[in-house]
């Protein structure tokens, strides 16, 4: 079975490399509404979900999380 990976093209080089690719059929260009999420994840976000739900505290504010780890 084929992996699905979601890439961010960051440099110009590198979107002529996956061009390349696709032309000799090594990868191919999916639609993002064509992309189902895997069972596993799913069942892994609705855990995560379930938990915030049931505590709040679960969830960290953003800035405490910037400050935790600001540079010095």
């Known amino acids: 079975m084929p992996e699905v ?17 696709i032309k000799i059929d090594a990868v191919e260009n999916i639609a993002s509404e064509n992309i189902e999420t895997p069972q596993w994840q799913q ?6 979900l379930q938990q915030i739900a049931e505590s709040k505290n679960y969830v960290v504010n953003w800035d405490s999380v910037r400050n935790k780890f600001k540079k010095p």
């Open 5 to 21: 990976y979601h890439l961010k093209i960051k440099k110009e080089y590198a979107a002529a490399l996956i061009e390349d690719l």
């Open 43 to 48: 069942a892994a976000l609705d855990k995560e």
